[in-house]
């Protein structure tokens, strides 16, 4: 069920360990959040452009994880936690090349959430 959505500056292509992010990502959050790991999905888009603040060279990233809805607070924020510091441990800086992480933790509409597995 986790759906998650890691979006990041082409900049930092070479220095993200996005794979051993992901299965990282997924082992410790799976205890956490009750979901087996075979359910976790984790998807990377690399961003060709983007402007930041003043427009001086950076680069981001950003990770979206969706959870079924009815989850409280405090574990969306120890989710969110967990998240950017395995995030952080997987991104490597690049010289020159100030970058910026952010992380939400969103609800998925438990209702009309669908999944088949064939």
């Known amino acids: ?34 979901s087996e790991l075979v359910d976790f999905k984790t998807r990377f888009r690399q961003i060709e452009e983007s402007v930041i603040g003043d427009g001086s060279p950076a680069a981001m990233a950003h990770v979206r994880v969706g959870l079924l809805s009815g989850r409280p607070v405090e574990l969306k924020q120890e989710v969110g936690r967990v998240a950017i510091g395995l995030a952080r441990d997987h991104l ?27």
């Open 92 to 118: 490597k800086p690049v010289e020159g090349l100030p970058a910026q992480l952010t992380l939400e933790v969103y609800d998925l509409d438990r209702e009309p959430y669908q999944k088949l597995v064939f």
């Open 1 to 34: 069920m986790p759906q998650i959505t890691v979006e990041y500056s082409a900049g930092l292509a070479e220095s993200f360990d996005r794979r051993g992010f992901a299965l990282a990502l997924h082992q410790a959050l799976s205890p956490l959040v009750s």
